[in-house]
């Protein structure tokens, strides 16, 4: 079956860079897209931006461009996300979703929190 | 971009009753619209796409329609495993959810 699991929660300090991991299995990991959707506590989901693992193109929501990377490793069928000069604002957990329209799998969420 | 609205932001409602939730686009999106369910702590789960395909598992009370800029999400006879938090997402371009609405117990 599909998985995405994701790394493990980050503490990180204001100014700070956090790169998230989504490793995947069940499925070609070149054959779908990896989006990255975030969420704040008690908030809604907002997009952040998707990777063709295939071909490395990326494309980011405007909010994040100019701060966040979206990588991948094909050879460990893993996505990355780097989300750079982080302030409090950036506290959220971190979802991975497979697909290019529509998300049927994601991952568990990573948790990063930004505080002095 | 494109902005999504739902409403309501909040609704009461009891187990049985008909549901439904509005989703606007700020611009024309054809049928690229899916609805999602989240839980507590949880990722969100695709229960509809195309404005009104049903994702293989998801019961037969939820249904989806519109297109344009309308959307509608409806659950037909609400069951406790229903109360949770409702997101619309657009895939016209690129990608944009709703602000969701959040279905409480009455």
């Known amino acids: 079956q599909v998985q995405l699991v994701q790394s493990g929660a980050e503490v990180k300090k204001p100014g700070a860079s956090v790169k998230v991991s989504c490793k995947a299995s069940?499925?070609?990991?070149?054959?779908?897209?990896i989006n990255w959707v975030r969420q704040a506590t008690g908030q809604g989901l907002e997009w952040m931006g998707w990777?063709?693992?295939?071909?490395?193109?990326?494309g980011y929501a405007q909010k994040f461009q100019g701060r966040v990377t979206m990588t991948r490793n094909t050879s460990i069928s893993t996505a990355y996300m780097e989300l750079s000069s982080l302030r409090s604002e950036d506290t959220a957990v971190y979802y991975c979703?497979?697909?290019?329209?529509?998300?049927?799998?994601w991952g568990q969420g990573t948790l990063v929190t930004v505080s002095s | 971009d494109i902005q999504m609205t739902q409403s309501p932001s909040t609704l009461s409602a009891s187990v049985g009753d008909r549901v439904t939730i509005t989703c606007r686009a700020s611009q024309s999106i054809s049928s690229w619209l899916a609805w999602y369910q989240q839980k507590p702590g949880k990722a969100p789960k695709l229960l509809i796409y195309?404005?009104?395909s049903l994702e293989s598992g998801v019961p037969s009370r939820f249904s989806g329609s519109g297109s344009g800029t309308e959307f509608t999400l409806t659950i037909s006879s609400l069951q406790p495993d229903d109360f949770a938090t409702y997101y619309c997402?657009?895939?016209?371009?690129?990608?944009?959810f709703g602000q969701g609405t959040k279905v409480e117990i009455k």
């Open positions: 979703a497979r697909g290019f329209s529509i998300a049927a799998d």
């Open positions: 990777m063709n693992p295939n071909s490395g193109n990326t």
């Open positions: 997402q657009q895939y016209n371009s690129y990608w944009a």
């Open positions: 069940g499925y070609t990991f070149t054959s779908y897209d």
């Open positions: 195309k404005a009104s």
